[in-house]
C-alpha cells in the first residue's frame, strides 16, 4: 500500500496512476488522514459497435407508431 500526501499526488499524479493500474493500493491523505483511495476501474470488455442502430430498426415491427396516434386523448 502507498500512501502520498495531497502535494505529493498533485505533484506525482501521473506516477501514482500507473500504481494504481498495475494493482497496488494507493492511498490520498490530508493532514495525515486517508481521506481517498485510487483505484482502478475494471473494464467490462464491451464495446459499442458503431453503426448498430440499422439492425435495431430492422427488427421493430411496422406498427411501432400506431400506439402513439392517440397519445394526447389518453394524456386528456
Known amino acids: 500500500m502507498k500512501i502520498a500526501n495531497m502535494h505529493t499526488a498533485k505533484t506525482q499524479l501521473s506516477s501514482l496512476v500507473e500504481d494504481?493500474?498495475?494493482g497496488e493500493e494507493v492511498i490520498i491523505a490530508r493532514r495525515g488522514q486517508p481521506v481517498?483511495?485510487?483505484?482502478?476501474?475494471?473494464q467490462t470488455g464491451t464495446s459499442r459497435k458503431?453503426?448498430?442502430l440499422p439492425s435495431l430498426l430492422k427488427r421493430m415491427p411496422d406498427d411501432f407508431n400506431d400506439s402513439f396516434d392517440d397519445w394526447e386523448e389518453t394524456l386528456a
Open 20 to 22: 494504481a493500474l498495475a
Open 50 to 52: 458503431i453503426g448498430s
Open 36 to 42: 481517498v483511495r485510487l483505484q482502478a476501474i475494471q
